[in-house]
Each structure stands twice: as C-alpha cells, then as structure tokens.
T-cell receptor, first 115, second 112 residues
C-alpha cells in the first residue's frame, strides 16, 4: 500500500521569504514522487518529480524539492515566495512495484503568500 | 496537442438522474484515470484503465461505472446520481510508470 501525508492544511509566508511545504510518504518498494499545483477552478499542473538520481529536484516556477529516503520525505521549497505562488499544492507518490501506475495524493496544502 | 480534455465543464443533476462524463487525451497515453476532489480530502481515485481494454476499481468506485472506449477515450458514468456525488471530477492520463500524470481541467458536478 502507498500513502502520502501533508501535515499542514495551510502555510502562510510573506512575499520574499523562503517557503517550505511538507510531504511524507509510505511505499512498499521504491517511490516515485510528484508535486502538483492547483489554482482556483483549474486542474492540477505538474511542478516536479523525483524518479531516481540526485536528491534535489528542480522544477517549474523556481520550485525545488528534496528527496530524503531516511525520513521518507519530499518537501517542496522555494527560496523567495511570490504572491502569485498562492495556490493549493499536492504531493503524490507512486510505488515502482504498484499496479496500474496509480498515484496516491496527499490532502493538499494551501499556500498563502502575503505582500 | 490539446492534452487531456473533459466535457462537460459544469453540470447540475437531480437525484436519480444519470449522466456520462467524457474524457479524451491526444498524447497516445496508455493509462487513464478518474478522480474526484472534495474539500479537505485531496484527490481520490474512482476507477482507472491501465491499458486499452482493461478497467479496475480505485479507492471510491461505488455508484460509478467506466468505459475505456479506445486508447484515447475514457468515460465515467453515474447511473443514479446522489447528492454525495457532488464533487469536482478530474480525468488524467500517463504514458508509463516513470512518466508524469497529466490532468484535464475538471468537471464540476452538483447533484440536488
């Protein structure tokens, strides 16, 4: 079985400050990890993914995430937040041995960036 | 490429009515998925189709049926809508295991 936890329903940060959105996961095999962003009344947009290799993954819009196998975490980060980053963020995991290439999503974290 | 498209964008149903949500992708992806999104619950998988000709239940399949019409199209049917099925429905597709899953824009369904 695979699962994802996003422990914070909401993260508040001031514009220009660094941001972190937390994600932890559980899988039986090796994890494939993803971050998606959702703006109001829109579908999910892909930000970045970890499949294998370098633990620090860089993605769209200046976001990056660090894979930590020992802590089973994949936290999303950005050095300097923008007001336009305000949105709902989802972490997702796929077990490399799982059937059907299914993704399991966390409950989402709302990021609020204040001017 | 249009990517993943969904119709309709918005629908209002009365309890007991039926409807079919349509999804199509033009990326030659093998696997397709239907999710529902409810406040505070993230996305939950309803049904998926790992490849053309196959379908399987996800986490919340009750009250739904699906059809993988061909490689491009994957429809979701509500035979007798209930207020608990009020939600936003997303279709998604993927080429292979290490690939990114791409999402459609969603269908907002209100069941009265």
């Amino acid at each position: 079985a695979q699962s994802v936890a996003q422990p914070e329903d909401q993260v508040n940060v001031a514009e220009g400050n660094p941001l972190t959105v937390k994600c932890t996961y559980s899988v039986s095999g090796n994890p494939y990890l993803f971050w998606y962003v959702q703006y109001p009344n829109r579908g999910l947009q892909f930000l970045l993914k970890y499949i294998t290799g370098d633990n620090l993954v860089k993605g769209s819009y200046g976001f990056e995430a660090e894979f930590n196998k020992s802590q089973t975490s994949f936290h999303l980060k950005k050095p300097s937040a923008l007001v336009s980053d305000s949105a709902l963020y989802f972490c997702a995991v796929r077990d490399d041995g799982g059937a059907g290439n299914m993704l399991t999503f966390g409950g989402g974290t709302r990021l609020m960036v204040k001017p | 490429n249009a990517g993943v498209t969904q119709t309709p964008k918005f629908q209002v149903l009365k309890t007991g009515q039926s409807m079919t949500l349509q999804c199509a992708q033009d990326m030659n992806h093998n696997s397709m998925y239907w999710y529902r999104q409810d406040p505070g619950m993230g996305l939950r998988l309803i049904y998926y189709s790992a490849s053309e000709g196959t379908t399987d239940k996800g986490e919340v399949p009750n009250g739904y049926n699906v059809s993988r019409l061909n490689k491009r199209e994957f429809s979701l049917r509500l035979e007798s809508a209930a207020p608990s099925q009020t939600s936003v429905y997303f279709c998604a597709s993927i080429r292979g295991q290490q690939e990114t899953q791409y999402f459609g824009p969603g269908t907002r369904l209100l069941v009265l």
